[in-house]
């Protein structure tokens, strides 16, 4: 396709027709003047501009306008599409849905005219808008985390939140936008939008800027209104002085309105995300006592890349796969959260619905199983889990993302009473003892029991825990242990589940010559020697 140019003039002249451009490098020309103007007017050299309209007579004044090649256009809606896509898609993996998003190539002839006007002399570099991107989010707070989301993704020329300047324009007043200019991704996007040899990624290449407009839905009534009204409206042009005073004066009442709005939408966006009685359930429930159970050694199958691949498949049929480097993140995350064995992962998940957990996410764009398990994981462990996990993967901000995340399950999930047992296995554990399921505490007292046997009583002595004298506080509990040596240890029976845990993780930390492997719900806890 030849490039194309369109020639034309302005001032107060008759024109016929719109300019028009032949050969190849034509330039955009303006021209100024008075007189009327009619026929073929051609600027002659290499790559000169030909069209209908071109002035004859009177005071002309031309100025050539930098090349601008016309095929360009026929990829850039395939830009716009691209980065519409991939700006849904990135707020939909962190769970903020907005009204709306719509990108636009700007039409060829719009790109000119705006050239014209400014005098441009670097059209492609100076137009920053060619591709434009909007955003309309259904709260304030959402506008930020999504205007945060694009600050990670791209490098930016522009970076101007119009709120701060509602005061310096009266006539203004109630505008509300964010606006940033885009000019490149940045290399580590965890998420990459604008691959190489992409549409978007040759526009970065080759445009000025792309320019993203960010705003909730009661910003963009007001602004839709007021432009059709009042900045495009020949109406308000048309009436006298007073009555124009009379509008802005309204349009500032709507703009107070609109601000009401705002606040009201994030106040209800906070008692969604913080209904009452939704403090954290506690996972450690206390372990007391209960009835025993027989078992066998369970055939533990440990988690790696290939068998994780396997049980997400099993679990999210639905989603699509993701990257084996998406599964390896995923092992991470598992891994974080102490879980070893598919066994002890799909315990952990057992705990709650996942149709419940993926209807409250309501991500709008297709997600992966990665995605999903992620999702599963904040719902049955949620601070905890944020905390384990924060800072695993390239993303900066993945705490704040699960946080907002978190939001939409906080109070909401029914997280079912899992039944938490211990199992004892290996060469020092009685045949008796070897496989029975038993409660937190008597898993303490069994394993104080063999270290002691093996290693000595001392090995085992712990402040207020464990002690070979009756001297534990009266609120341990302590219950006598006997030894087959005859001596006696007394161990706490006043301890919560994680307490316990971390009892029964420290005695065979430094039990070197105990064979003991502790098994939580079929997942290992801790072993010795």
């Known amino acids: 396709m030849a490039r194309r140019t369109i020639g034309g003039s302005a001032g107060n002249r008759d024109t016929a027709g719109n300019g028009g451009a032949a050969g190849n490098g034509g330039a955009i020309a303006t021209a100024t003047g008075t007189g009327t103007g009619t026929g073929n007017r051609e600027a002659a050299g290499n790559g000169g501009a030909t069209g209908n309209g071109g002035a004859a007579a009177g005071d002309t004044a031309a100025k050539a306008v930098a090349p601008v090649d016309a095929s360009l256009w026929e990829w850039l809606p395939q830009a716009a599409h691209e980065v519409e896509v991939g700006l849904r898609g990135l707020l939909s993996e962190a769970s903020i849905n907005a009204h709306d998003v719509t990108a636009r190539a700007k039409r060829y002839e719009s790109f000119v005219e705006k050239c014209r006007q400014k005098g441009y002399t670097e059209p492609l570099r100076q137009v920053t808008d060619t591709v434009a991107v909007r955003l309309i989010m259904y709260s304030a707070t959402d506008r930020e985390r999504a205007s945060e989301l694009v600050r990670e993704q791209f490098e930016l020329a522009e970076d101007l939140d ?105 106040a209800i966006d906070r008692v969604l995300a913080n209904p009452a009685g939704s403090a954290e359930a506690d996972h450690a429930d206390a372990a007391e006592d209960g009835a025993e159970e027989e078992t066998t050694a369970p055939e533990v199958e440990l988690l790696d890349v290939e068998a994780l691949t396997a049980y997400l498949a099993h679990r999210f049929p639905e989603d699509s796969e993701g990257s084996e480097r998406g599964v390896a993140f995923a092992l991470e995350l598992v891994q974080a959260c102490g879980l070893r064995t598919v066994r002890g992962l799909d315990a952990e998940l057992s705990a709650i619905d996942g149709a419940e957990v993926r209807r409250l996410m309501d991500t709008s764009t297709t997600v992966t199983r990665v995605r999903r398990l992620d999702d599963e994981l904040l719902a049955v462990l949620g601070e905890e889990y944020i905390e384990r996990t924060a800072s695993i993967g390239n993303s900066s901000r993945r705490g704040d993302q699960l946080r907002w995340r978190y939001d939409r399950l906080r109070g909401k999930v029914t ?81 919560g589940r994680r307490a316990a845990e971390r009892l029964l993780e420290d005695l065979l930390d430094g039990a070197e010559r105990t064979d003991v492997r502790v098994l939580r719900n079929g997942e290992p806890l801790a072993t010795g020697g």
């Open 415 to 495: 997280v079912r009473r899992r039944t938490v047992t211990y199992q004892l296995f290996g060469a020092d554990v009685p045949a008796e003892l070897t496989g029975r399921a038993i409660p937190a505490v008597r898993a303490v007292r069994e394993v104080a029991r063999i270290v002691a046997t093996v290693e000595g009583s001392a090995q085992v002595v712990r402040d207020g825990a464990i002690s070979r004298l009756e001297d534990l506080p009266l609120e341990a509990r302590a219950r006598p242990v006997r030894l087959a040596d005859g001596t006696t240890l007394w161990v706490a029976t006043a301890l």
């Open 162 to 266: 119009t709120s701060e300047r509602d005061t310096a324009s009266p006539a203004r007043r109630g505008y509300d936008s964010t606006h940033l200019v885009a000019v490149a991704e940045r290399e580590d996007a965890e998420h990459p939008v604008a691959p190489r040899g992409s549409s978007l990624d040759r526009y970065f290449r080759t445009f000025g800027g792309l320019e993203i407009q960010i705003r909730t839905v009661a910003a963009h009534a007001w602004a839709e209104f007021e432009h059709a009204r009042r900045y495009k409206g020949e109406g308000y042009k048309a009436v006298g002085d007073l009555d124009r005073l009379t509008i802005d004066q309204l349009f500032g009442a709507a703009a107070d309105a609109r601000h009401a709005l705002d606040e009201i939408f994030v």
